[in-house]
T-cell receptor, first 112, second 112 residues
């Protein structure tokens, strides 16, 4: 089955700096990679996703890159703001089923 | 449209009692997932329903846990003879095939 690893587990950045979170996956059949943001006491919410037919996707200050050969994908947040502070989860979905495999999460703190 | 809903939002029970948690997925979503999230931890997969196929129960932690999905829509997660270690937030999510999951607000279970 699929195994998703996520690093780092915690990340602190100064407001305005960039933050990068990396995930690796093991199943080459995985073809969809969403990222979720979970604020304290709230449900996980999708912030950006990428499919395996593209290498990069950007939405304002958030971008995701995918390297299928190396089986890793990364979340990039630029010009970080205090409201970006949350736990971020990556996930991978295999095209052989509809089961999502989640990383263990990254707790991001943006210091004002 | 309406998102995923869960009830109750909070449940306090005594050790040894049975509890039922309910999930109403987004209309038309064929896949339904249950996860458990302990405080400060990641998403622990419990069970997954896809259409009329047999559910994937591989994440259920013990035979005290069971779930059903009636009519391909509403799902109920049942925990029998609750233990203190069952205390957590139980999250439900739904999706269409090959697309992102949408999470419900969760049920916070406290076992005294």
């Amino acid at each position: 089955g699929e195994n998703v690893e996520q690093h780092p587990s915690t990340l602190s950045v100064q407001e305005g700096d960039s933050a990068v979170i990396k995930c690796t996956y093991s199943d080459s059949a995985s073809n969809y990679f969403p990222w979720y943001k979970q604020e304290l006491g709230k449900r996980p919410q999708l912030i950006i996703d990428i499919r395996s037919n593209v290498g990069e996707k950007k939405d304002q200050r958030i971008a995701v890159t995918l390297n299928k050969t190396a089986k890793h994908f990364s979340l990039h947040i630029t010009e970080t703001q205090p409201e970006d502070s949350a736990v971020y989860f990556c996930a991978a979905l295999s095209n052989t089923g509809n089961q999502f495999y989640f990383g263990t999460g990254t707790s991001l703190t943006v210091i004002p | 449209g309406a998102g995923v809903s869960q009830s109750p939002s909070n449940k306090v029970t005594e050790k040894g009692k049975d509890v039922e948690l309910r999930c109403d997925p987004i209309s038309g979503h064929t896949a339904l997932y249950w996860y458990r999230q302990s405080l400060g931890q990641g998403l622990e997969f419990l069970i997954y329903f896809q259409g009329n196929s047999a559910p994937d129960k591989s994440g259920l932690p013990s035979d005290r846990f069971s779930a059903e999905r009636t009519g391909g829509s509403v799902s109920t997660l049942t925990i029998q003879r609750t233990q203190q270690e069952d205390s957590a937030v139980y999250l439900c999510a739904s999706s269409t095939w090959g697309d992102t999951q949408y999470f419900g607000p969760g049920t916070r279970l406290t076992v005294l």
